[in-house]
Nanobody
């Protein structure tokens, strides 16, 4: 089994910054991609940002230029820890943010699986 532990959510005023972190642990041989999604009540969960084991990043248009995703041990193929630095936060960024790990192999040649974290609340308000 694989667990994703998220940290760093909270309350911030508009224009402020927060940093989220996610650590994957458990039976992990390799992870293809890790990232963050967010969900607001009444709406579908949406992509925020992802990063691959090859350090390729992807952002939604709504956060591009304001959020930065990074990982520990950049340049190495083993991926298990990611961070999301959120700057210039807006009230519309308020949501539950979920860590996601995709293409997780528990051993060489095993079937890849995806995992989700429990979610962490981010609230932006004056």
């Amino acid at each position: 089994q694989v667990q994703l532990e998220e940290s760093g959510g909270g309350f911030v005023q508009p224009g402020g910054s927060l940093r989220l972190s996610c650590v994957a642990s458990g039976s992990i041989f390799s992870v293809n991609t890790m990232g963050w999604y967010r969900k607001v009540p009444g709406k579908q969960r949406e992509l925020v940002a992802t990063i691959t084991s090859g350090d390729t990043t992807n952002y939604s248009d709504s956060v591009k230029g304001r959020f930065t995703i990074s990982r520990d041990d950049a340049g190495k193929t083993y991926l298990n820890t990611v961070h999301l630095l959120m700057s210039s936060l807006k009230p519309e960024d308020t949501a539950v943010y979920y860590c996601h790990a995709a293409g997780v192999h528990s051993r060489l040649g095993s079937r890849p699986q995806d995992y989700w974290g429990q979610g962490t609340q981010v609230s932006v308000s004056s």
